[in-house]
C-alpha cells in the first residue's frame, strides 16, 4: 500500500493537506524533511508512508531521466520517454 493509513493520522483534512504537500516535493532532501516532521508530528512512520516515499524517489528520478510513465506487468515492464526522445541515447543504451 501507498498511503497515509487513518491509523497513521485519524483527521481526514489533514491527511488531504499531506498529501498534497507530499505531491509537491521536489528534492531528496525535501523529501527527508517531510519525513522528519511527520516523525514529529506523528511518530514512527508506517510501512506505506515509507512506500509513499518510495514512490516519490522513484518520481524525483524519472524526472532526471526524461521518463514519462513506467508499466510494469507479469511480462515486464514499458518505459515511456517524455515527447518519445531521450537526450542522450548513447547513455542509454550502455545502462541496458
Known amino acids: 500500500s501507498v498511503l497515509i493509513p487513518e491509523t497513521y493520522v485519524e483527521d481526514l483534512s489533514l491527511r488531504l493537506s499531506l498529501y498534497r504537500r507530499v505531491s509537491n516535493l521536489k528534492t531528496e532532501a525535501e523529501i527527508e524533511a517531510f519525513a522528519a516532521e511527520m516523525i514529529d508530528r506523528f511518530g514512527p512512520i508506517p510501512p506505506e508512508v515509507e512506500s509513499l516515499f ?3 524517489r522513484m518520481k524525483l528520478l524519472c524526472l532526471k531521466a526524461n ?5 510494469v506487468g507479469p511480462k515486464g515492464a514499458v518505459i515511456s520517454l517524455y515527447k518519445n526522445q531521450f537526450p542522450a541515447p548513447e547513455k542509454l543504451f550502455t545502462h541496458i
Open 54 to 56: 518510495g514512490v516519490m
Open 67 to 71: 521518463i514519462e510513465r513506467i508499466d
